[in-house]
């Protein structure tokens, strides 16, 4: 019987990997996912507990230690605060959407055409306006309320929606954030379009501007919250409340009814609803538009 000789291994060969076990890795999948639930619990239950609060009564809301199911289950809080005289919350609904919708739609029309001049225009002294524009970035808004309320005084725009629409219409952080985007389309296909004839104008609204979609809904969404969530500004320059947007509305509705923890969740919630609604049906886009947005500086 003669033993079989082995071949040497040559030098610089590695020797072949095994496989992972199944086991292992089914477990590691299962402590992620685990993690990934708890982490949503986690985010969810604040938004959870203002639902279920908004339907408890007066004195279930205010218990404590505080419950998480409502006993018994009512709709009061709602009746309450849409009823409500001195509270028109669906009123302050509407303010809030005309001025959000407002302002959301001058941001993404001024940032466009700012970000797409800065990023395919060649001019003396280009880099220096995008310096300034991204200087703005670091000046903190509450400085702005003083001379913003003084020239929207000289336009006569106090107590009017005009107020909370336009100051905010020029967005640093939209020019900036377009602009990647726009650095990220490829070249070739404006110079496509050049050759065929197009002017610089056709050429961003049919080429440009199609293709960022996902760019330009991100920004109008996020446009849309800031301005939704806008409380300090709309408190100094609206006066009437039937012209109140809906988070100074409800501060009101929270210190005429300090202990009316249902009334200020059932606001809570109604103000919430558009929010997520927006967001679910453009949680594509702005996923896409945020990731493409910051492939080129």
Known sequence: MTATAVPPTRRGSTAPTPARAPGRRTGRTVVRYVLLVVL????????????LTSFKTRADAAGFPPSWLPTPFTTQAYESILAAPGTPVLRWFANSLVAALGNAAIVVATSALAAYALARMRFRGRGIVFGLIIATLFIPPVILIIPNYLIVGELGWLNTLAAVIVPTAASAFGVFFLRQFFLSIPEELEEAARLDGASPWRIFWRVVLPL??????????????????????????????????????????QSANAVRYDLLMAGA????????IL???????????????????
């Not at 949503?40 to 639902?51: E, I, K, N």
């Not at 967001?279 to 945020?290: H, N, S």
């Open 212 to 253: 960022s979609r996902p760019a330009l809904a991100t920004l109008a969404l996020l446009s849309l919250l800031t301005n939704w969530n806008d409380f300090l500004w709309p408190v100094y320059v609206l006066f009437s409340p039937e012209l109140q947007t809906l988070p100074a509305g409800l501060s009101t509705l």
């Open 279 to 297: 967001f679910v049906f453009l949680q594509r886009f702005i996923i896409e538009g945020v990731s493409r947005s910051g492939l080129k500086g």
């Open 40 to 51: 949503a619990l986690v985010f969810v239950s604040p938004l959870l507990f203002m639902v």
């Open 269 to 276: 919630v109604i103000a919430s609803v558009p929010v997520l």
